[in-house]
């Protein structure tokens, strides 16, 4: 409410004082210019202002908490509960069957309900809430055994960044004892699945596939991946049912800061300046609520661009750090939150774009990306069957929304709370890029020919 009170306490003297001086023109025009003054958002017509709003306890969920914290959503004339989630299933069936309004969620969450795998439904994504944010940590036991594979800088520092090169002397010592080769991700279409199969299979481990009739993702696997929620991996890892994750933040800097792991590998070396999570709403939701839709947009682009000025990085983490938003400590967030990340425990390096919140485009929703998880779920075989070429494009047009984002964008542009420039000329596609760990070229608009460069997971046919 600080925003709402602020306008109070403002407004009060105003009262005041035309009352003293009497005139009802010139009560008119001072009122006029009290509304102008304490906001300059055009205000829509709020078909639903009393909005309440799923998240589960990650960092970047940032947006979500600034535009609450900060009065956006306030000054879109949106009253928002935000509330922590218990795991991903849960905040999928919520968003489903209309119990939250919308929420943070795994890029892959919405595209899978489209694609039809899980639980279908029409879904969309208006806004991509950030850039990078996760890592790739092991065991104490398993990175000692890495290490000596691992080159070595003049400094006597591990080389970054780290392949899976390293790991497959220990899967293969794990294996000649009997043992399976265990590791989480949170979530069967989450990034942290992609981006953990991604880093094993460019190295040349088998991370396992899934069928119409297996699930699991385990056939063939060399390595065993495994659901366990995010804030729940670090105990997992110290008790020992895993032998690593994939997870965002601040998970990995907690298994630093509790010593029980170290970090081996980021997802911005994975892929650089990739997708991470979204903001998701039902179709009709934004059917029957379209100002709202745009309303919440607005807020949440406000939030992405606060949050990547350098100089409130700080306070983005005491807000955090509260018990109803991530509730870690504000040291272990502030270790990624403020520009750097630490590995090996005493090995914190600069990492400027470890979380990004609004730069590079990072809130715009691009086809592109989208049609990059419909590759893997494809790669993987969560989509069991051969698709056309067209079929990735017209399945994501469905699910990612930039014409909502546009719209927003557009009216802070008219407000004066970001700059034209911010805005993309785009046909929704990034440029190919080879930013990634094993150097492989991704073009969008040739997803049949990105699926088949890779020598682990399917192979398609060109189908008309």
């Not at 009352?19 to 709020?46: P, R």
């Not at 509330?83 to 595209?111: C, F, T, Y």
């Not at 964008?409 to 596609?429: F, Q, R």
Request: with cysteine; aromatic share 10%; charged share 25%.
């Amino acid at each position: 409410m600080k925003t709402l009170l602020k306008r109070t306490t403002w407004i009060l003297p105003v009262a005041v004082l035309l009352f003293a001086c009497g005139g009802k023109d010139k009560k008119k025009e001072v009122a006029e210019v009290a509304v102008a003054e304490t906001s300059k958002t055009k205000a829509l017509d709020i078909e639903k202002p009393q909005l309440t709003f799923g998240f589960i306890k990650l960092t970047d969920m940032a947006p979500l908490a600034i535009a609450k914290e900060k009065g956006f959503f306030e000054d879109e004339g949106l009253f928002v509960s935000v509330e922590a989630q218990s795991n991903w299933k849960n905040v999928l069936d919520r968003v489903i069957d209309g119990q939250l309004d919308g929420s943070h969620m795994l890029a892959g969450q919405p595209i899978a309900a489209g694609a039809g795998f899980g639980r279908q439904a029409d879904l969309v994504t208006p806004f991509s809430m950030d850039l990078n944010g996760n890592g790739i940590t092991v065991s104490n036991d398993v990175w000692s055994k890495m290490k000596p594979n691992v080159p070595k800088g003049a400094d006597g520092k591990p080389i970054h960044p780290i392949k899976a090169e390293a790991l497959k002397p220990v899967i293969t010592e794990y294996k000649n004892a009997g043992k399976a080769f265990k590791m989480g991700m949170v979530f069967p279409v989450s990034t942290h699945n992609y981006e953990i199969r991604y880093w094993l299979a460019a190295a040349g481990i088998h991370p396992g596939m899934y069928t119409a009739d297996n699930v699991q993702g385990q056939i063939d696997a060399e390595v065993l991946l495994s659901v366990t929620p995010p804030p729940q991996m670090p105990a997992t890892l110290e008790a020992g049912t895993i032998y690593g994750y994939c997870v965002g933040e601040p998970w990995n800097q907690q298994a630093v800061f509790k010593g029980i792991g170290v970090p081996v590998t980021t997802n911005y070396d994975i892929w650089k300046n990739n997708p991470e999570k979204v903001f998701v709403m039902t179709k009709k939701f934004v059917e029957d609520y379209p100002n709202t839709a745009v309303a919440v947009t607005k807020a949440l682009i406000r939030a992405g661009k606060w949050l990547d000025e350098p100089s409130n990085r700080a306070e983005a983490v005491k807000i955090l750090a509260m018990s109803q938003y991530v509730g870690a400590p504000e040291a272990v967030l502030a270790n990624s939150m403020t520009g750097t990340f630490e590995f090996e425990k005493g090995d914190k390096r600069d990492m400027p774009d470890f979380n990004v919140f609004y730069k590079y485009n990072a809130t715009y929703p691009f086809y592109s990306d989208g049609i990059w998880f419909l590759t893997q779920m494809r790669r993987w075989g969560q989509i069991p069957e051969t698709k056309p070429a067209d079929w990735y494009a017209n399945t994501i047009k469905d699910i990612y929304r930039p014409d909502i984002w546009t719209k927003a964008a557009k009216l802070l542009v008219e407000e004066g709370n970001i700059p034209a420039a911010d805005i993309p000329t785009t046909d929704g596609y990034k440029p190919a890029t080879a930013d990634f760990i094993d150097g492989t070229s991704y073009d969008a608009k040739d997803p049949i020919s990105y699926i088949n460069s890779f020598k682990i997971g399917n192979k398609d046919k060109a189908v008309q």
